[in-house]
């Protein structure tokens, strides 16, 4: 029986993995290579990614896989988080390492913006969520700032299209990633000139756009030679992680919504074409790019980034594993308090326990005085915020919402999931764990023709995973809790 296999390099913020992935007889067995520490790193008073230490570990897992011994990849795909970039000199150098989206160089930089162009007509043009870190804004900031590196830039590499270029010497725009910036015009699919052209920024500085399972370009002979890998092609997947992690959502038909559990909680819909109009910028969702034309209709919202800032502090006196969190949360007397994970209080805090309990007492509420309180006051508001979103989610959608399909290392939280299903009143079905990496393999399996369409795709996943279900429970006692948190992050 024939077996196909391909590397995808599947990066977050505080970590990444090289993952092998073998297809055969219609399902996908994954492997992991390798695992190793990301973070931003603090330059002065800036926050930036370091890029070429991470090219560095990426080709070493590769050096690493081709002397496994094991059959080579016949591709390879990379995704990372969204909207940060890289900018090249003319001669194709890189000019410093990109900026970090927690960087504090965009405060403010959004009301400065709509200055020279209405808010609204920027959301007419890109129907992108407003989030100060977008794409757009750090190229404004760096603009206003007289950036040195900016002026001398020839081209503009989002990261994942940033390291296919250090592997291929090739310059593209992935779609899934371009859509992040809110620089892109999801109607005409290219770039929105009227928005550089605003504050005089050359928009020659933005890549030509390929879609989502494109073979752009073969390892260059230099990495090859370094890694003993061979002359492998590299396929622009869904670049952007949480385009990988939607296509390999298990779901069938359109009546669901999916909520890509991690760092950040983002919850949406699949749409056929953008949702853009005054209510959906009212409520301020997005429209990023998905698998085979399709759109994620989506909002971001802060997720599990509270709780592991919050682990960061304990772990001075003990490192918790998730599982004693939980048993701890457990332990506390329910709905005592409640927080607003998008609150900018919790952007990038000193101390995020500090900022949790400030939060709490400056809303007038009951403040977590232990470590469980804190877990379970994280845990139900992540919950109930997500009943907030889907209750908005409902008054756009053009299909019914009858159940949620949990996704990414959230779903490997019980805890939680049961919470999500009993604050949102509808079945939540969990699973895959994996799903960016398993995204990230299938799209590369369709790129070189194993699979034919997206629907193949999620027909793998169904064969390849077994799910858990979750129904509401306690309907009550979380229909009270809700008009409680509603006041809440009203007031907040």
């Known amino acids: ?84 970039f890289g900018l090249l000199a003319a001669d194709g150098s890189l000019l410093g390492e990109p900026y970090a989206y927690r960087d504090l160089h965009t405060n403010g930089i959004m009301e400065e913006y709509f200055k020279l162009l209405p808010r609204e007509k920027v959301y007419e043009l890109t129907g992108i969520q407003f989030m100060q870190f977008n794409s757009l804004f750090q190229l404004f900031a760096m603009k ?20 296919n270029y250090l592997f291929t010497g090739v310059k593209k725009a992935e779609f899934t990633i371009a859509s992040t910036s809110q620089m892109l015009n999801p109607k005409t699919m290219d770039w929105a000139k009227e928005l550089f052209d605003i504050f005089d920024a050359p928009v020659s500085l933005m890549q030509p756009l390929v879609l989502p399972g494109t073979v752009t370009g073969y390892l260059t002979e230099s990495v090859q030679r370094e890694t003993g890998i061979g002359r492998i092609p590299v396929v622009a997947v869904g670049a952007h992680d949480t385009a990988s992690a939607i296509a390999a959502v298990p779901a069938e038909g359109e009546n669901w919504a999916y909520l890509s559990s991690g760092t950040w909680s983002l919850m949406g819909i699949e749409t056929k074409k ?23 209709f989506l909002k971001n919202i802060t997720g599990m980034w509270l709780l592991e800032q919050c682990r960061k502090e304990w772990a001075s006196e003990k490192d918790y594993a998730y599982g004693e969190l939980v048993e701890m949360a457990k332990a506390e007397k329910p709905f005592t308090c409640f927080v607003d994970p998008d609150a900018p209080d919790f952007m990038n805090p000193e101390s995020m326990t500090t900022a949790i309990k400030g939060y709490c007492q400056r809303s007038n509420q009951s403040v977590p005085s232990s470590t469980g309180g804190v877990v379970r006051c994280i845990f139900e508001s992540l919950a109930l915020k997500y009943r907030y979103t ?27 999931c049961q919470m999500t299903a009993n604050a949102i009143r509808m079945p939540v079905v969990a699973g895959p764990a994996e799903g960016t990496a398993m995204g990230n393999l ?51």
């Open 1 to 84: 029986m024939k077996l196909h296999t391909f590397i995808a390099f599947d990066l977050g913020a505080t970590s990444g993995r090289a993952i092998v992935g073998t297809l055969s007889d219609g399902k996908i067995m994954m492997e992991e290579v390798a695992r190793f520490a990301n973070g931003m790193i603090g330059v002065g008073e800036h926050l930036h990614w370091n890029i070429l230490g991470i090219y560095d570990v990426l080709k070493n897992s590769l050096k690493t896989y081709a002397l496994s011994g094991k059959p080579a990849p016949e591709s390879i795909g990379i995704d990372t988080w969204g909207v940060d």
């Open 442 to 492: 299938l799209v590369q399996a369709m790129a070189l023709g194993y699979l034919k369409s997206l629907s193949d795709i999620r027909q793998v996943v169904r064969n390849s995973v077994e799910t858990q279900d979750f129904y509401p429970q306690d309907a009550g006692e979380w229909d009270q809790a809700y008009l409680r948190y509603k006041n809440v992050i009203a007031a907040g």
């Open 390 to 416: 889907l209750e908005q989610l409902q008054r756009v959608s053009p299909h019914p919402i009858e159940k949620l399909h949990v996704i990414g290392g959230g779903a490997k939280n019980a805890y939680l």
């Open 274 to 296: 953008p949702l853009i109009d005054k209510e959906t910028e009212k409520m301020n969702f997005t429209n990023e790019g998905g698998i085979e034309g399709t759109f994620r």
């Open 144 to 163: 206003r700032n007289r950036s040195s590196l900016l002026e001398s830039a020839k081209d503009l590499l989002f990261l994942p299209d940033l390291l």
